[in-house]
Nanobody, 123 residues
Framework: QVQLVESGGGLVQSGDSLRLSCEGSGPMFDRYTVGWFRQAPGKERDFIAA????????YYTTSVKGRFTISRDNAENTVYLQMNSLKPEDTAVYYCAATTTWGLWSEENFYSWGQGTQVTVSS
């Protein structure tokens, strides 16, 4: 089963940008749809974006659409989340996870969760 590791988080100011990485290892990484989730302090983990294995489909929730861009480089076994115009409400632990489905954004449809990477946006 594929394993995923997130990186790239940090402390930034409002309006800044960050690029998160989700590096996969194990068999057939390029066959999985990968999603990004985030969990703010005291809140549930929420889905925010996903990309299919061949870039054919990309989906964003309204909370990040227009500011965040998901992409992938299968040669590098990596999915990226470019985050622009960051706001304090984007502060959260960001996770990536894999799925073989599309359109089913609940956590239970994803697996191979990484450990998460902290993003903190100061005002």
């Amino acid at each position: 089963q594929v394993q995923l590791v997130e990186s790239g988080g940090g402390l930034v100011q409002s309006g800044d940008s960050l690029r998160l990485s989700c590096e996969g290892s194990g068999p057939m990484f390029d066959r999985y749809t990968v999603g990004w989730f985030r969990q703010a302090p005291g809140k549930e983990r929420d889905f925010i974006a996903a990309i299919t294995n061949n870039d054919g489909l990309i989906y964003y929730t309204t909370s990040v659409k227009g500011r965040f861009t998901i992409s992938r480089d299968n040669a590098e076994n990596t999915v990226y989340l470019q985050m622009n115009s960051l706001k304090p409400e984007d502060t959260a632990v960001y996770y990536c996870a894999a799925t073989t489905t599309w359109g089913l954004w609940s956590e239970e449809n994803f697996y191979s969760w990484g450990q998460g990477t902290q993003v903190t946006v100061s005002s």
